[in-house]
């Protein structure tokens, strides 16, 4: 294999080791988890902290003075001040705390498109993004009288970026790009489409849902306006994520959810609200999930992104060329620049037969269009097998996968 060795520094059984979930079987077989761009599984100190947050300080945020409430905010707040540190924003107050990406691009949509669109605008995305970057502004389109137009990418998954340049015309209101998609693996130039989108005076919004498991994020570097990103792919518990956005968007955008938590004063007359970002948090938040996030977060600083990346690029490309010498496989997706997703179709079988045979296997893949229709339109196929995998996995799991892979390859020909 030309793929070199990754830093020996990796103990990769102790690592896998920290998360209980793997060491499970699965139809009598162990479990081969390469389903990690869907969701990641959790470390043992992601959990605790969830089962501490229960056993020890549950109570309700910013409503109580006993000492339960103070924990209980202070979990809340800590990991604000995580994840303000995880993707290196200016200020804690620039991160909105979501149940994910879904939820934060909703709000950029409502709170932040929708008052400023009129007839004849646009929003310009691509052709590789996942509906949540793409249904919301389809939504605000449709209320405002605006378009949604998409830049298209080539055969290799890469996003033509010169086209995506030509389209932000001085129609375009809104640019909105995924940092990786979650089909194809691919890396885009964000900091070169916010430099472009800079020079028009055109906010960017990028979905960061399948970077920020993979590598450092610094939205201050990255130039861009909007960084959503979700959780429950980043170690973190379901239902915790996090819209990134600059001071003075925040600052402008009414709120989206009314409710409880998010007023200064509330009267018939008239109600007022909270300053940002607490404004666009109604309601109970995930209290426990985001002392969970904490706990993520720590878990990838004691591992360092440095080693992260280089084990899993190592995985990629030994993953990669072993599928390459599967008979009658075909890769979608080869840009230059990739984390480590890996869609493919195999000739004569359903994505959706091999998924349920490997899952007999003991192997987890996902199979589908994967939120991405324009995406399989393109490519003209109504659905990919898709195997994404993250730090914990190993070149044994790779081989057991090729190896069922060619078992039922056998049993569909
Ligand atoms: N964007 C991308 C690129 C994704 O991969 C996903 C999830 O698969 C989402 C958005 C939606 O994330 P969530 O369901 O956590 O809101």
Known sequence: MNAPAAATVFDIQRIRADFPLLARTVHGKPLVYLDNANTSQKPASVIEAVDEHYRRHNANVARAVHQLGEEATAAYEGARDSLAGFVNAASRNELVLTSG???????????????????????????????????????????SGATVKAAPIDERGELIVERFVELL?????????????????TVNPVREIARECRRRGIPLLVDGSQAVPHRPVDVQALGCDF????????????????????REH?????????????IREVSFDGTTFAEAPHKFEAGTPNIAGF??????????????????????????????????????????????????????????????????LLDLEGVAVRSGHHCAHPLMQFYGVPATLRASLAFYNTREEIDAFVVALLKVRKLLM
């Open 291 to 356: 002392a969970g996030v904490t706990a993520a977060i720590d878990y990838y600083r004691s591992l360092g992104f440095e080693a992260i990346r280089a084990w899993e690029q190592n995985l990629l490309a030994y993953a990669t060329e072993r599928l390459r010498d599967v008979p009658g496989l075909r890769i979608i997706g080869e840009a230059a620049h990739k984390e480590p997703v890996i869609s493919f179709l195999l000739e004569g079988a359903q994505a959706t037969d091999l998924a349920t």
């Open 227 to 246: 960084y959503a990103f979700t959780g429950h792919k980043m170690l973190s518990p379901t239902g915790t994520g996090a819209l990134w956005a600059k």
């Open 169 to 185: 015309t001085p129609e375009v209101k809104l640019a909105c790009v995924a940092h990786v998609s979650n089909v194809l693996g």
């Open 250 to 262: 925040l600052e402008s955008m009414p709120p989206f959810f009314g409710g409880g938590e998010m």
């Open 101 to 143: 990406t879904t939820q934060s691009i909703n709000l950029v949509a409502y709170s932040y498109a929708l008052p400023r669109l009129k007839e004849g605008d646009a929003i310009l995305t691509t052709t590789m993004e996942h509906h949540a970057n793409i249904v919301p502004w389809q939504l605000v389109a449709a209320r």
